[in-house]
């Protein structure tokens, strides 16, 4: 009994480091016991004298706004009395009487003892509440204003030249503007910002379009919150705007100024119970590089070049690399019919076993044999198929070549080994997703589904969650990519319960030459091992690396120590055990 409770606050102590950089504290209550622990950020959240051993009740009790106290208490009895996951938010009264706004979620598991457990976290998101109050207060205002705008003859003219989203102008009056400002006879210096929202679509997929909506509108009043006299912002798109102000200053103020909209916008929002933080990317251009009838189109060179640095920048348009956005204007161009082609095809590199270095897996990267460009790396042309709308019909490209590949290695009487596919977020979204597996009755059996960390750092959606359970119900494996360098929810990690964890390989970068790398890598290792998932070490270059990851039981090593990507012809699988 003592070893168990011991084991089990030594996980606790891991979890509470793991968790540490993003603020979240954890707690665990014994329901047979009734005994509750507390780790350090628990004590912080609550601004409560730390204890050793059990936390009586009253400590969280007493805390609790009057208000809340019967709610917070049903949620937490509804819990336990119906073994249901626990999720509650309240608030909390400080001894120095500030209120903090606490949220609180746990699920169910029995420990060593054979004894029910709640393992829960909490985190503080007073700043979200009382941002999503002014949201609230904004938009209560701004439909003030809208109706008082509407009412009268200035209905219809208003109606005309304005969007009916955001309030701004539409593309018409836009236009209209810009022709009388060509018409300037003072020769004054413009300046054009054109503002796209990044991954937008992904937005709507993930959250649904009223979200995408409150995205827009947030955009919008960050963007009047900034416009300069005499400036003029419409919204010409579905998520693109424009500013268009008069009196440029020198290109660095301009740069400065749009990055500081960018950080405006960059302001968390909570919509519908979510946290979202939207991006966007501005492109810059002013009559000083030419013409006022060129602005729209510098801009649009310039937006795209943001895009391409990694989006949420603010890029000036340059002469000298008008040509080079043209070239890539055209790859995109090119990628949709490279789709049917064929010649979007999946490299493989291979996974070893660290103590034989048999092949034990493949994982399947994204390569494009362009015409002109030759063998394109997927840093070229992922970015462009977000952009174009094309990522989803990418990863269905890999996967049903990958599906072919499996099939002509198992006709050649080879072992096939676990082959792990890249999975973006937006594909667990997506409905038709499952629906073309299922309709080329192909066996997902041996495939393994790698899922960006960020897939669960809020709580995954029941759609992502259903999606998942179809895919393991067909055969699939779940990993989770890059895990490490985020900041993962436990309680998601927990909720999805991936198959595999595949460690960044920054952490594995400097690992022979960092203790504390090593003894971060050991506490995932662990808390991996606790959970049964097993862990694949990426970014093996060294044999010193896979020594040190092999000592610490990692079962699964990848690397250019082992193997670069190699398309399917290149691969050397051994024959099957019927074959010989």
């Known amino acids: 009994m003592v070893d168990a409770r011991k084991h089990n606050s030594d996980l606790l102590r891991r979890l509470e480091l793991a968790l540490d950089a993003s603020g979240m504290g954890v707690w665990e209550h014994n329901l047979k016991r009734e005994e509750v622990i507390w780790d350090e950020q628990m004590y912080a959240l609550y601004c409560a004298e730390h204890m050793n051993g059990k936390v009586p009740a009253e400590v969280w009790s007493q805390r609790l706004h009057p208000e809340d106290v019967d709610r917070a208490f049903a949620d937490l009895t509804s819990a336990v009395t119906n073994a249901v996951p626990y999720a509650s938010d309240f608030r909390i009264i400080w001894p120095d009487g500030r209120i903090r706004h606490l949220r609180s979620r746990a699920r169910h598991y029995v420990n060593d003892d054979g004894e029910p457990c709640l393992i829960g976290g909490e985190w503080d998101v007073t ?32 109606a005309a030249n304005h969007d009916y989203l955001t309030g701004l102008s539409n593309r018409r009056h836009f236009d209209s503007v810009l022709r009388e400002v060509s018409n300037d006879t003072k020769n004054r210096v413009f300046v054009l910002f054109h503002i796209d929202v990044d991954q937008f679509k992904r937005i709507n997929d993930t959250y649904g379009h009223p979200t995408g909506d409150e995205v827009l509108r947030h955009v919008a009043t960050s963007i009047l ?19 268009l102000f008069p009196g440029a200053s020198d290109e660095s103020s301009l740069v400065a100024a749009a990055e500081d909209l960018i950080a405006r916008i960059a302001n968390p929002l909570m919509v519908g119970g979510k946290h979202i933080i939207a991006s966007v990317s501005i492109g810059i251009s002013t009559t000083r590089q030419g013409s006022l009838e060129n602005l729209p189109v510098h801009a649009d060179m310039a937006l795209y070049e943001a895009k391409r640095a990694g989006r949420g920048q603010a890029h000036l348009f340059e002469t000298r690399s008008a040509a080079q956005a043209l070239v890539r204007r055209q790859l995109s161009a090119d990628l949709e019919p490279a789709l049917t082609t064929g010649d979007i095809l999946p490299f493989y590199q291979i996974q070893v076993s660290p103590v034989t270095r048999v092949i034990i897996g493949l994982e399947a990267l994204a390569r494009w044999r362009h015409p002109t460009r030759g063998l394109l790396p997927p840093n070229d ?17 890999i996967l049903f070549r990958v599906f072919e590949d499996r099939d002509r290695w198992t006709r050649d009487d080879k072992t096939v080994p676990q082959m792990a596919v890249n999975l973006s977020a937006a594909r667990l979204q997506d409905e038709s997703f499952i629906k073309r597996i299922r309709d080329t009755k192909r066996s997902l059996v041996g495939i393994s589904f790698e899922l960006v960390e960020t897939v669960f750092l809020d709580d995954p959606t029941k759609e992502v969650l259903d999606t998942i359970n179809i895919l393991r119900a067909l055969g699939a494996r779940i990993e989770i990519d ?65 020594a040190i990851m092999s000592e610490l039981g990692c079962e699964v090593l990848q690397g250019y120590l082992f193997g670069r990507p190699q398309p399917f012809q290149d691969i050397r699988l051994l024959s099957s055990p019927e074959a010989a």
Not at 229 to 241: K, L, P
Not at 381 to 397: C, I, Q
Request: hydrophobic share 50%.
């Open 127 to 158: 700043d979200h509440v009382l941002m999503a109050a002014e949201l609230r207060e904004q938009q209560v205002k701004a439909e003030e204003a809208a109706l008082l705008l509407a009412l009268g003859h200035a209905e219809v003219a208003h």
């Open 225 to 243: 919150r900034c416009l300069p006299v005499g400036g003029t912002a419409a919204r010409i798109g579905g998520d693109e705007f424009v500013v």
């Open 381 to 397: 042309f992922l970015p462009v198929a977000e952009e174009a709308g094309l990522a989803a019909e990418l990863d269905a490209a």
């Open 482 to 546: 890059d895990f490490g360098t985020g900041n993962a929810s436990l309680l998601g990690l927990l909720k999805i319960r991936p198959d595999r964890l595949k460690l960044d390989r920054h952490l594995i970068a400097d690992v022979a030459m960092s203790v504390e790398k090593r003894r971060v890598l050991s506490s995932i290792l662990d808390i991996a091992k606790a959970l049964n998932i097993g862990v694949v070490a990426e970014g093996i270059e060294t044999e010193e690396q896979a």
